[in-house]
């Protein structure tokens, strides 16, 4: 076990035009040490201006996602002990514009994320009855079956570790990237949704869209959710081509009085 490790991390600010270089800290390690907890270390006791964004600490939140070895991770869910040698350098992610050391702008990310309308698009969707009957509300029956068939791209934590990963991105800023991609999928087979659906899908395909899609793989390699994004948008082709077995339908809705189980 070791004892200790050198950080070696990606100093720079675009705001102040500082010119980019590399830092090195020695930070002591136990055995479950995480690079968050090494970096936090650092900031703590070697250099307070480290800027790093975080939050939850345990793999929900996606905020502290950065390239640890040249590969996108979550710093918060790698440990120091699974790293090899004795330094380990950390760098911003990559296709995200720069701001501050290990801090990138997500701003781009969540605006394709947002055009592809990540919602239930069913104009018989609400919840409560809005006609005279005000004791009841509405819902939606669903078997396990149908519910597995979105239940593993709903993990999406929205870290931006695929983009990040994504060769297509990095050469077509217009390109959605895989986590958006993923999501058109998540919400067209959720059988929730309505009719309305040809909306999001007509977002997807053009030029810069869906068949921008190299299938690299590399998406799905980082995702640290297991969401697999390359599956979720070949998948998604198939229903735009048309020899999709999936069957696309609207679940049953029914009505409830209050308190009814």
């Not at 936090?40 to 996602?65: E, H, P, Q, V």
């Not at 959605?176 to 309305?196: C, H, I, K, M």
Request: net charge positive; charged share 25%.
């Amino acid at each position: 076990m070791r004892t200790s490790v050198v950080l070696k991390v990606f100093r720079a600010n675009s705001i102040a035009s500082q010119s980019a270089h590399y830092d090195s800290f020695e930070v002591p390690t136990q055995r479950w040490t995480t690079v968050l907890d090494a970096l936090l270390y650092a900031k703590a006791f070697r250099d307070s201006s480290i800027a790093i964004r975080y939050s939850c600490r345990m793999a929900s939140c996606g905020s502290c996602g950065m390239k640890i070895n040249g590969i996108p991770r979550l710093a918060c869910y790698t440990k120091v002990s699974e790293l090899e040698g004795h330094t380990i350098t950390i760098e911003p992610l990559s296709n995200f514009p720069h701001l501050r050391d290990l801090v990138t702008d997500f701003g781009q990310f969540f605006r394709h994320h947002r055009d592809m309308k990540p919602y239930i698009l069913n104009k018989d969707s609400e919840m409560v009855n809005t006609q005279n009957n005000t004791d009841s509300f509405s819902e939606f029956i669903q078997t396990l079956a149908e519910v597995d068939k979105f239940l593993q791209f709903s993990y999406c934590i929205k870290c931006g570790l695929c983009y990040s990963a994504c060769p297509t991105v990095a050469t077509d800023t217009k390109f959605p990237g895989p986590q958006a991609l993923a999501q058109v999928y998540r919400y067209t087979v959720d059988d929730r949704d309505g009719s309305e659906r040809k909306k999001r899908l007509n977002v997807i395909d053009e030029r810069h869209g869906i068949w921008r899609c190299h299938f690299a793989g590399s998406c799905s390699a980082v995702c640290p959710k297991g969401v697999d994004p390359a599956l979720g948008i070949q998948l998604l082709r198939g229903h735009l081509l048309g020899y999709s077995k999936n069957e696309m339908k609207i679940a049953d809705k029914r009505e409830r009085k209050l308190g009814q189980t």
